[in-house]
Structure formats: structure tokens, C-alpha cells
């Protein structure tokens, strides 16, 4: 694949983004914070807001698919997006449950894969669940005044 080609797929990834519905399942993750691999689950099923979880989750691990396959190159896709970052940092606090539950040993392989791959994956996840935290304790405080 030339960075080229590797740019390409990612404008074609951005421009799915940006679809409607896509873009409202996109912004109600972001205000999701899930406590438990329970409450995950309960929320995929929710006939409102179920098809916005599955939706945004299955496309990172798709997106993350592309870069673990080779068809995007990982440093390049690292560099121009940080949502797959906050996506699994949601998750993954409750993945092996949600593998087990699910009976899915390789549920968001992919998503996993890429973030654990690239260079202090594991710092870079630490530091976006810290970050997610602090913005869900100042939403919490927002809605009690």
C-alpha cells in the first residue's frame, strides 16, 4: 500500500464519519460512560441508543481492521485521528468480561490490536482514561448545579 493509497482510505473513513446517523451515534458515545461490562451490554440491546453503540464500536474495529491488515498504514492513521483512542478506552476496562459474556473471545480484536501496537499504546490508553474521567466528573458536577 503507498501512503497514498493509505491517505485515500482514511478520507473515505473520515467521510463516513460524517453521515448523519453516524455522526449522532458518534456524539452520544462520547457522552457514555459506561461502569460496567453489565451496563454495556444492557446498552446494546437498548432499542434507542443499542444500534449507536454497536455502530460506533464496529466501525473503529473495523477502521482498525484496515491498519492491522496493512491497508492503512498505522502511523499515518495514528496521526490523524484519536476517536478509536477514546472509543477503547471505554471499553476496555471491560472487555475480557464482555468477551466472555458475549461468548466473543475476539471481540475488538482489532481496535485492541492497533492500540496496544502502536508506540506507548499502553501510556496513550492510561492518559485518555484519566482524561475521560476528569471531563465525566465535570460533566456530573455540571448537571448538579
Request: no cysteine.
Amino acid at each position: 500500500m503507498s501512503k497514498v493509497e493509505s491517505a485515500d482510505l482514511i478520507l473515505k473513513l473520515y467521510d463516513l464519519r460524517r453521515e448523519t446517523v453516524m455522526r449522532k451515534a458518534r456524539d452520544w458515545f462520547f457522552t457514555f460512560n459506561p461502569t460496567s461490562a453489565e451496563e454495556i451490554g444492557n446498552t446494546m440491546m437498548d432499542p434507542e441508543v443499542g444500534g449507536y453503540l454497536r455502530m460506533v464500536t464496529s466501525y473503529w474495529d473495523m477502521a482498525a481492521s484496515f491498519v492491522n491488515h496493512g491497508a492503512i498504514d498505522a502511523e499515518m492513521f495514528s496521526d490523524v485521528t484519536g476517536e478509536h483512542m477514546m472509543v477503547f478506552a471505554k471499553i476496555e476496562p471491560y472487555l475480557a468480561e464482555m468477551r466472555e459474556t458475549f461468548e466473543s473471545p475476539e471481540m475488538y480484536k482489532h481496535l485492541e490490536k492497533v492500540i496496544y501496537d502502536q508506540p506507548n499504546g499502553t501510556e496513550k490508553l492510561k492518559k485518555m482514561q484519566e482524561w475521560l474521567a476528569s471531563v465525566g466528573e465535570q460533566q456530573s458536577e455540571a448537571a448538579g448545579q
